[in-house]
């Protein structure tokens, strides 16, 4: 729990990708260390930014093919917002 690291995990089918990212901060250790560190009070919310592309997809470029014009999508779960990216 360093307070400013996002985790950032991908998929990739035949067809496209999709990468997820995560605040994981305070919940839990990682590594997994000796309880010498406090976690943080789940009454405090923790907010982080930080940057994300559909490139982050390895080979997503390669299994979109030629035609792709990096035309996709973003989702946020906690606010519902759906939007389109050119």
Request: hydrophobic residues 40%.
């Amino acid at each position: 729990m360093d307070g400013k690291s996002l985790i950032k995990i991908w998929n990739l089918n035949k067809l496209s990708g999709v990468v997820g990212v995560f605040n994981c901060q305070g919940a839990g250790n990682w590594p997994m260390k000796d309880a010498e560190v406090a976690p943080v009070s789940a009454s405090i919310p923790t907010f982080l930014s930080g940057r994300v592309s559909p490139l982050d997809v390895q080979y997503l470029d390669q299994v979109a093919g030629h035609n792709w014009c990096r035309d996709s999508a973003v989702y946020a779960f906690y606010s519902d917002c759906k939007e389109s990216m050119p």
